[in-house]
Nanobody, 124 residues
C-alpha cells in the first residue's frame, strides 16, 4: 500500500513560483508513473502533469506547458511540481496519485492512492 502526502501549497501572488512536493511512504514508487491533478469547486478533478518511472517522459495539460515542471527523486520517494508564472486560474487543490495502468494516461480513473491534496491560491 502506498500513502501519498502533498505539501507546499499556500498563497502566492500572480506571476510567482511555488513548488509542490508529493512524498510517498509504505512502498517505493520508483517503478510507478505518477501524476498531478487539480480540483476547483464546481469542476471535475483535472489532469495537470505526469512523469514516467524513470523521469525521462513527462506530459502536461496545455494550460500549464512552459510554466510547470514535474520531476521526481526516486531516492527520496518524492515527486515534485514546480509551478512558475502562476495565474489566478491555477488556484485549486492539487493532488498527486499513482498511475495504476503502467502507461501514460490523463484519466483520473486510472490513478489511485490519492493524497489528501494541498491548496494553492494565486492572488491577482
Amino acid at each position: 500500500q502506498v500513502q501519498l502526502v502533498e505539501s507546499g501549497g499556500g498563497l502566492v501572488q500572480a506571476g510567482g513560483p511555488r513548488r509542490l512536493s508529493c512524498a510517498a511512504s509504505g512502498r517505493t514508487i520508483s517503478t510507478y508513473e505518477l501524476g498531478w491533478f487539480r480540483h476547483t469547486p464546481g469542476k471535475e478533478r483535472a489532469f495537470v502533469a505526469s512523469i514516467s518511472w524513470s523521469g525521462l517522459s513527462t506530459y502536461y495539460t496545455d494550460s500549464v506547458k512552459g510554466r510547470f515542471t514535474i520531476s521526481r527523486d526516486n531516492a527520496r520517494n518524492t515527486v515534485y511540481l514546480q509551478m512558475n508564472s502562476l495565474k489566478p486560474v491555477d488556484t485549486a487543490v492539487y493532488y498527486c496519485a499513482v498511475n495504476l495502468i503502467g502507461h501514460a494516461t490523463t484519466r483520473k480513473t486510472e490513478y489511485g492512492y490519492w493524497g489528501q491534496g494541498t491548496q494553492v491560491t494565486v492572488s491577482s
